[in-house]
């Protein structure tokens, strides 16, 4: 069943809430559901089925238009969804690139062919994505970029490194950002392919998080021959236009946060209620430490809700996105250490209800440590905001 | 009756920026509510039975704002709410209070059991011709100073609107019922977080100047990434201050009430928290009584307090407990 078709299948005046809310719950297997003894880790092929089960339920891609699978709505209608989603303890998704970052990178500077090709692909899961910019001389600062693309006969023949890569070893499409020229021609030169990544000469190895996962990796390219119909827009134009798409997108993606959020505080307060013996709620500083985590949930609400409301009223936001990527990120480190602290003091024997809270507050802890690293860290969104927003002097 | 379609909250910015500069020059409190009313400000809100404008809250915000934002020494918020509650219940009164004739405030903190008592908190008391008590079982009186109520001086925080203590023997007065002040008291927390925005705005704004303008060792403040930090986590809580504002008054938003909480409290917090950094900023500088951060700080701690926030952060407690049980 197409998208559409089954997206339709809410009745004609339920609103994309209400279905989104009626079709998770009835829909979210137990092993997928991260506040239940059944949770488990699950595979990449069951993740894939309930992500795709999502898109045919119309509850990803909202906002895609309907040629490519997408459900051809609004931002407003993304944010209900969004909402949603949050609210429901699930896993994150596995092709976050292919849907947040590739998939709008190519609607922007893609050619119809590739729009045909890639964008249906990534929703219905067929296609995951991962994004090749990072490299080891190249963290934050993305005009180190040493990976080289020359263009030959056969197509472009690409040879460095990056690292950093979440997912690469799942993906089967990479984001690789690579340049045409010398290092010293920093932001110049530079080109996006939509890489294969079963390509010869493509050497995926594996790094082991702190969280004990192997999600993140590092990718070899090796005299890989890219055919010139995988490139993304023309050298400096595909960039271009993908910095300003990622200056929306920074606002727009994973708009779940302030909501899972809420769901992982909910969690962890319930936990602790449902034994008499788990002490920390009858003291008043983790009541009260409890409530101000509550209180920056609303606030950053207030952030997503209020750039959702500002593009929609077509308002150019640029540097305001950084708002809430490191508003989150640093109250919900905050909270996960809270978080920590709390379940550390549960029994021994403590019920099923406790060890799941437990096991996933761990999880969230030890994860939390990344956010304020991944898509731009708190110094760069820092300085993103001293330089562009309030565009102080920075020199004699 | 005039609507939203035919004005926009920012026409009254320039407006209320003026007239704030104006009162700064003003002799005391009845000229500055001469100029506040002049330019229809006290009326904001008030129905035009009694010579208000019928706005909605939206409309009032960024009249605080400018006021926060320009150390204005008047009951501004409390003349905008008691005019609009008064309406209806005592028209000559609302009509008072929106031709600046009668300033009017609010002790916001305390109840009285029954008709006595002391409660607190009551900007500008000494100044004002009538104060709104708040009693136990919810309503609100206006008591009148000298008859049945005393106005004590405290020392405060806030420079601009000192607080007073108000002791009441026999309250009597127009009242307000329990619905009324339950809605002055909502409305008030998304008004006291204006004030506040308009405070931090002007602190984040003379730190940046300052950083800018101030060389040491040869470069300005600025060059210095831990100051440019500083300044850019002031410009985050500003602008988390700010989309909260919005939010609170939102169609859109589906939990007004716990987003105006949020608001207040986190202006509360986030907006004192830019107050300091703005005094740090300017070193020694922002420690000395002229630089005028202080009187920012004092008016943020003053607002916090009057708006109960120690209160309402265990208020979120007890709903985050309830909803979670």
Redesign the interface.
């Known amino acids: 069943m197409t998208q559409t078709a089954l997206a339709e299948t809410r009745t004609g005046e339920q609103s994309m809430a209400a279905h989104a809310r009626a079709w998770l719950d009835a829909n979210l297997p137990d092993a997928l559901r991260e506040d239940r003894p059944s949770a488990r880790r699950n595979t990449v092929a069951e993740l894939c089925d309930w992500e795709a089960k999502l898109h045919r339920a119309g509850l990803v891609g909202a906002t895609w238009p309907k040629e490519y699978g997408g459900g051809g709505l609004g931002l407003r209608a993304h944010l209900d969804i969004s909402r949603e989603i949050g609210r429901t303890p699930m896993p994150e998704s596995v092709n976050s690139i292919g849907k947040e970052l590739a998939g709008p990178i190519i609607m922007a500077v893609g050619r119809p062919e590739q729009k045909a090709e890639y964008l249906p692909a990534i929703l219905e899961m067929r296609d995951i994505w991962c994004q090749g910019f990072s490299e080891p001389n190249a963290g934050s600062d993305l005009a180190g970029l040493r990976t080289r693309a020359v263009q030959t006969a056969d197509g472009w023949v690409v040879n460095g490194q990056k690292i950093w890569t979440s997912g690469a070893s799942k993906s089967r499409r990479c984001l690789l950002l690579a340049r045409t020229g010398p290092v010293e021609d920093r932001h110049r030169g530079l080109v996006l392919f939509a890489l294969r990544t079963d390509t010869p000469g493509v050497d995926i190895r594996e790094i082991q998080s702190i969280d004990g996962e192997r999600s993140f990796c590092e990718v070899f390219l090796n005299n890989v021959v890219i055919p010139e119909e995988d490139m993304l827009g023309s050298p400096d134009e595909g960039w271009a236009a993908a910095t300003r798409v990622l200056s929306i997108e920074r606002a727009t993606n994973r708009m779940h946060r302030a909501w899972r959020f809420e769901n992982q505080l909910n969690h962890l307060v319930s936990a602790c209620l449902s034994d008499p013996a788990t002490r920390p709620l009858a003291e008043s500083t983790y009541r009260r430490a409890l409530a101000e985590v509550s209180v920056n949930i609303e606030l950053l609400k207030g952030h997503v809700e209020t750039l959702v409301g500002s593009l929609i009223d077509g308002q150019e936001i640029g540097p305001r996105g950084s708002l809430p990527k490191l508003f989150w990120s640093e109250a919900h480190q905050g909270f996960a250490r809270l978080a920590l602290e709390i379940v550390s003091q549960f029994p021994v024997e403590a019920s099923d209800t406790l060890r799941v809270a437990r096991k996933r507050m761990e999880d969230i802890y030890l994860k939390s440590r990344a956010e304020t690293i991944y898509a731009g860290t708190t110094e760069i969104q820092l300085d993103i905001i001293s330089k562009r927003i309030l565009q102080l002097k920075r020199k004699a | 009756m005039t609507t939203d379609t035919e004005l926009n909250p920012e026409d009254f910015v320039e407006t209320a920026r003026a007239v704030t500069t104006a009162c700064a020059e003003a002799a005391g409190l009845p000229e500055r509510m001469d100029l506040l009313a002049e330019a229809g400000l006290t009326g904001i809100l008030a129905p035009e039975a009694v010579g208000g404008m019928d706005l909605p809250l939206g409309f009032a915000m960024p009249v605080l704002r400018s006021a926060g934002g320009g150390f204005l020494a008047a009951p501004l918020l409390e003349c905008m709410l008691l005019a609009r509650a008064f309406a209806g219940v005592d028209d000559a009164l609302a009509r008072a209070i929106v031709s600046g004739e009668m300033p009017v405030t609010v002790a916001w903190s305390g109840v009285l059991d029954g008709t006595s008592g002391v409660v607190g908190r009551a900007p500008l008391a000494e100044a004002c011709a009538r104060v709104l008590v708040l009693r136990a079982d919810g309503r609100g009186v206006l008591v009148t100073p000298g008859e049945g109520a005393m106005v004590e001086t405290e020392t405060t925080l806030d420079l601009e609107r000192p607080e007073a203590r108000v002791r009441v023997t026999a309250a009597s007065g127009p009242e307000l019922s329990a619905d009324a002040v339950a809605r002055l008291k909502a409305d008030a927390l998304v008004l006291r977080a204006s004030l506040i925005l308009g405070a931090a705005e002007d602190c984040l704004s003379r730190a ?1 100047d300052y ?2 303008e101030r ?1 040491q060792f ?3 403040l ?2 210095n ?1 831990s100051i ?2 500083h ?3 002031d ?2 809580a500003v ?2 201050i700010r ?2 504002i ?3 008054i ?1 169609p ?2 589906a ?1 007004p009430a ?2 105006a ?3 207040f ?2 202006a509360a917090t986030l907006g004192a928290r830019v107050a300091e950094s703005a005094i740090q900023v300017h070193g020694g500088m922002g420690f000395t009584w002229e630089v005028p951060l202080h009187r920012h700080l004092r008016m943020i701690k003053a607002l916090a307090a009057q708006g109960g926030a120690a209160d309402l ?2 208020a ?2 007890a ?3 309830a ?3």
């Open positions: 940046a950083a800018q060389v040869g470069r300005p600025s060059a990434q440019q930090h300044l850019a986590r410009c985050l602008e988390t989309n909260n919005q939010r609170s939102s859109e938003c939990v716990a987003a909480r949020a608001t409290v986190g952060i265990e979120v407690a709903d985050l407990l909803n979670a049980a």
